[in-house]
């Protein structure tokens, strides 16, 4: 069974709707099943690189808060991934375009690296004091190297501003196409939606609901004599008769 999810970089309650979503899939029976997929979403598509802003002004700007309920917003936000076990700085973080970081986990994805790129870039944002927003490529090319990239493949894609960039708008689409207007947005073997940082138990009733609808039928004898049990049936060339 296969699960994508819609995040971006940038969006706090992507950062602990993976952890709930993680939670419960660590205590799905099936886990091992399930292919877990990242999929790209900018909540500010027409940012420039390099217009970088901090995030209190940022939520000031977009919300029309006040600097005393965006510092508010942060501090529940903080609790929040705090209460996952996530560390969170709710002072001194700074946004802006997240395409490349987009770009890059699309080259991880190819080489089977996805879920470690996006858990670094998440904690960096959220929880390391440096940037990782900033014209200059270079700690983006740090972070994804300790994700297990090749440093020369990294610095290949950032230097050409068309590669994966189709990937990512790709994706944004089909998210359009899904009914997502919101991140993060869980998908599970395309029949269901989970929008938001639900509870991990809204996840766990979703990842058993999803199950349900796509294993195969399974037989049940009933604890009887499952050499004969086939006897005990009708089929195109009539039913079986019972003999003494």
């Excluded at 886990?31 to 970088?52: I, Q, T, Y």
């Excluded at 309920?69 to 903080?78: C, S, T, V």
């Excluded at 960039?165 to 790709?170: F, K």
């Excluded at 196409?177 to 991140?183: D, I, S, T």
Aim: glycine share 8%; hydrophobic share 40%.
């Amino acid at each position: 069974m296969r699960v994508e999810i819609w995040s971006d970089v940038a969006c706090p309650w992507c950062y602990v709707g993976k952890a709930r979503f993680e939670k419960a899939l660590a205590a799905f029976p099936e886990r091992e099943r399930v292919e877990v997929v990242h999929r790209s979403f900018e909540l500010d598509p027409g940012r420039a690189k390099g217009d970088v802003e901090p995030v209190l002004t940022m939520l000031s700007r977009t919300y029309g808060m006040s600097e005393e309920q965006a510092r508010a917003g942060e501090d529940n936000l903080g609790a929040q991934a705090a209460a996952e076990g996530l560390a969170y700085r709710t002072r001194g973080r700074d946004n802006g375009s997240t395409f490349d970081m987009h770009r890059l986990l699309h080259l991880a994805k190819e080489h089977g690296r996805q879920a470690e790129l996006l858990q670094i870039l998440y904690r960096a944002n959220f929880a390391e004091e440096r940037s990782v927003f900033s014209e200059s490529d270079e700690r983006l090319v740090e972070l994804a190297v300790e994700a297990g990239l090749d440093e020369a493949a990294v610095r290949a894609v950032l230097a050409d501003p068309d590669a994966y960039a189709e990937a990512v708008r790709a994706d944004e689409r089909e998210a359009a196409e899904l009914g997502a207007n919101g991140v993060p947005f869980f998908v599970l073997d395309r029949k269901y939606g989970v929008s938001g940082a639900q509870p991990a138990e809204v996840f766990t009733r979703a990842l058993t609901q999803a199950w349900e609808a796509h294993t195969p039928l399974r037989l049940l004898d009933g604890g009887g004599d499952r050499e004969n049990a086939a006897d005990a049936a009708c089929g195109p060339d009539g039913c079986a008769v019972p003999r003494d």
